[in-house]
């Protein structure tokens, strides 16, 4: 008598999430310092301290009414045009305001997105590896989700197998890079190969298609440049999130932003719009909509994910695992040794080692390891990975 | 190539917020002590001090990466259990945290509610005049919205009319009192009255009819008693917001409530999970579940609001105007004189009065005139609508 699919997904939870739940409980039992919990991307870097003056300041000295009364639908314009400055003066871009709809982080702006795109019959393309609740959401947005497999060489956007899946039907690709869960970051000449497939299947099919760049860990990158996506494709849609750069996760503010260039731009930022009003999104969280106004570039002390990033890789190749290196984000990707990350997943657990199960994300010989812990745990947790390493010898 | 239906939503807007937004634009023209904008719900009075020392305190003393980090999805089980204390405090009733679902607000509350209960065919019944956003959330969730026309002479529950409106189809009724756009409060008798005919109803057509109750004026009320639903009813989800009552509508923050006593409660809470995590809530935003488990219940000074209720209502009625009174939250319904609300709210237009038509409501021939202003300024209004009732004399 009530929705079967929406209980299924309430019941199962998202594996990492379930893991994440079963790390809050564990840590209960023996010490939040006993469990080495790599499931979920909650970053360990707090917030700059510029977050908590600028809080401050905004609550001492905004009056009450206006601070948190309701601002327009997609984002108070100040706060929109502080935003769309900032991207202009790091990126050289001419965005305004109009072009961005600020949202309840990133999985808002992937919602509101895909609703705003979705028509009858739409296929959007994820790449295997890709962050699991892209299918929850474009299934329930009415698409269908089409996944390709992995490049297992470079962990890049497969080429060959994304001219073999764009058809009529293809509405979108999603881009995510930095990648969860590989931490690789597209290059440029890379994203350029995409850019020119698309153009042409554009051509061929005589309709857009568009490119849904999820970007929550433009941010969060060690030596390499993230190319910005809408210099190189048109048709692009970003949709960002605070949630990593600033360490805000749980306050839920980020933004969908339509460049002028793409196709009837205009009608799709109102189709934004009426997506995030059906969606039930009033606004977005008005206190951080003034705080990012404010922040925006601004990020936390990542330096602390390229320590990890310089402790764990190296360790585990020693111990003989494969693993990916990662370029940005803080997830280290790694193939399991018998190929069968669940039961992996299942013995780690003995060291009380939290890993993700590669299956969600389309990869079931691998296991994500979020590594936005403290490097102090981190560098404890070695040891459990060790005994690990031992069972498969 | 985009969703027409969304595109649709966004570039017409609700009337309520095209108006605002015009409001807002008037404002920037002629100054906003010059414009009476009665368009939207956007409380006047501040929300209470306590909101402000309560947010410097949690600032102050929580490590920011807890404060500002992912909550557990349905959020936080101590925020949740603050709450659920205080409401069982007030109420008698004995939930526990794993009773609510901490959301974005209501629109949030009402959109994962209706997700979680939809299966195919389902009708949900909401009685004109309605918060105009119902229809848009029963039917982009699946549902079928069924209206049943108002009983304009209390503007309490019309019964004979729900009566032949229930049939095997009904999954729910949406009750909201004090209601948005009358003010009125359903007595216990009405609701006691509903209550028997749907317990009658569902032994009929042998399945749970639930009632919503959208409760975002719960505490927002004058001399009156507003009945708590779940001890009238089992099979009441309350959808609830704290915009209202602490006067931060843009902060988005309120619960879905699934009591124990709820036909397949354990599994429907589920469900509103599953909604929740489909729709991209990922959570509650973090800080303002802190404050709402310290300040659950407390309300702003709505003194304010029975004030300008008590000046509008005798003023507007003495100037000729057919007025619903209101009990509480911070409308006004009135009759347009001619019955035709749309050329009324033009005609007002001219005297700078932003009132919204009452057809969104379901009640072509009324307005709704959102009295949540500053007391100075809804004086300085009176002048205007005399003037306005002098072009129907």
Same mark, same amino acid.
């Given at each position: 008598?009530?929705?079967?699919?929406?209980?299924?997904?309430?019941?199962?939870?998202?594996?990492?999430?379930?893991?994440?739940?079963?790390?809050?409980?564990?840590?209960?039992?023996?010490?939040?310092?006993?469990?080495?919990?790599?499931?979920?991307?909650?970053?360990?870097?707090?917030?700059?301290?510029?977050?908590?003056?600028?809080?401050?300041?905004?609550?001492?000295?905004?009056?009450?009414?206006?601070?948190?009364?309701?601002?327009?639908?997609?984002?108070?314009?100040?706060?929109?045009?502080?935003?769309?400055?900032?991207?202009?003066?790091?990126?050289?871009?001419?965005?305004?305001?109009?072009?961005?709809?600020?949202?309840?982080?990133? %999985?808002?702006? $992937?919602?509101?997105?895909? +609703? #705003?795109?979705?028509?009858?019959?739409?296929?959007? /393309? =994820? &790449?295997? @590896?890709?962050?699991?609740?892209?299918?929850?959401?474009?299934?329930?947005?009415?698409?269908?989700?089409?996944?390709?497999?992995?490049?297992?060489?470079?962990? %890049?956007?497969? $080429?060959?197998?994304?001219? +073999? #899946?764009?058809?009529?039907?293809?509405?979108?690709? /999603? =881009? &995510?890079? @930095?990648?969860?869960?590989?931490?690789?970051?597209?290059?440029?000449?890379?994203?350029?190969?995409?850019?020119?497939?698309?153009?042409?299947?554009?051509?061929?099919?005589?309709?857009?298609?568009?490119?849904?760049?999820?970007?929550?860990?433009?941010?969060?990158?060690?030596?390499?440049?993230? @190319?910005?996506?809408?210099?190189?494709?048109?048709?692009?849609?970003?949709?960002?999130?605070?949630?990593?750069?600033?360490?805000?996760?749980?306050?839920?503010?980020?933004?969908?932003?339509?460049?002028?260039?793409?196709?009837?731009?205009?009608?799709?930022?109102?189709?934004?719009?009426?997506?995030?009003?059906?969606?039930?999104?009033?606004?977005?969280?008005?206190?951080?909509?003034?705080?990012?106004?404010?922040?925006?570039?601004?990020?936390?002390?990542?330096?602390?994910?390229?320590?990890?990033?310089?402790?764990?890789?190296?360790?585990?190749?020693?111990?003989?695992?494969?693993?990916?290196?990662?370029?940005?984000?803080?997830?280290?990707?790694?193939?399991?040794?018998?190929?069968?990350?669940?039961?992996?997943?299942?013995?780690?657990?003995?060291?009380?080692?939290?890993?993700?199960?590669?299956?969600?994300?389309?990869?079931?010989?691998?296991?994500?390891?979020?590594?936005?812990?403290?490097?102090?745990?981190?560098?404890?947790?070695?040891?459990?990975?060790?005994?690990?390493?031992?069972?498969?010898?």
């Amino acid at each position: 008598m009530i929705n079967r699919e929406m209980y299924a997904l309430g019941a199962k939870r998202s594996a990492i999430r379930e893991l994440a739940e079963y790390g809050w409980k564990r840590s209960a039992e023996i010490g939040a310092e006993n469990v080495f919990d790599f499931s979920i991307g909650n970053p360990s870097v707090p917030a700059p301290e510029c977050v908590r003056e600028c809080m401050e300041d905004i609550i001492k000295n905004t009056d009450p009414v206006t601070l948190h009364g309701y601002t327009s639908a997609p984002g108070d314009i100040g706060c929109r045009n502080a935003v769309a400055d900032e991207l202009n003066n790091r990126f050289g871009s001419s965005f305004t305001g109009e072009n961005l709809y600020l949202t309840c982080g990133a %999985s808002s702006s $992937l919602n509101i997105t895909l +609703k #705003a795109l979705t028509c009858e019959g739409d296929e959007f /393309i =994820i &790449n295997a @590896p890709f962050f699991p609740e892209y299918k929850v959401f474009i299934e329930n947005q009415g698409g269908k989700a089409v996944i390709i497999p992995p490049d297992t060489d470079t962990f %890049s956007l497969n $080429l060959p197998e994304l001219e +073999k #899946a764009v058809n009529e039907h293809t509405k979108a690709v /999603i =881009i &995510n890079s @930095p990648n969860n869960p590989t931490g690789v970051v597209y290059s440029e000449a890379s994203l350029k190969a995409i850019s020119e497939l698309l153009e042409r299947k554009q051509e061929e099919y005589s309709h857009p298609i568009y490119i849904i760049s999820d970007e929550p860990y433009r941010e969060v990158v060690y030596e390499k440049e993230v @190319p910005f996506i809408p210099h190189i494709y048109d048709n692009t849609v970003i949709c960002y999130s605070y949630s990593k750069s600033l360490s805000l996760p749980g306050e839920r503010i980020g933004y969908v932003l339509v460049p002028d260039a793409a196709t009837d731009s205009k009608e799709l930022i109102s189709a934004v719009a009426g997506a995030g009003r059906a969606l039930g999104y009033v606004c977005a969280p008005a206190l951080f909509q003034r705080v990012i106004a404010k922040l925006s570039g601004k990020t936390a002390d990542i330096s602390v994910y390229q320590r990890n990033r310089d402790i764990l890789y190296p360790a585990l190749t020693e111990m003989g695992f494969d693993c990916v290196r990662p370029d940005g984000a803080f997830y280290l990707f790694m193939k399991c040794p018998d190929g069968d990350a669940t039961s992996f997943c299942e013995k780690a657990k003995k060291y009380e080692l939290l890993l993700v199960p590669g299956d969600g994300f389309g990869c079931p010989s691998y296991v994500r390891i979020s590594y936005c812990v403290q490097t102090e745990k981190l560098l404890r947790s070695l040891k459990a990975f060790e005994a690990l390493a031992k069972e498969y010898k």
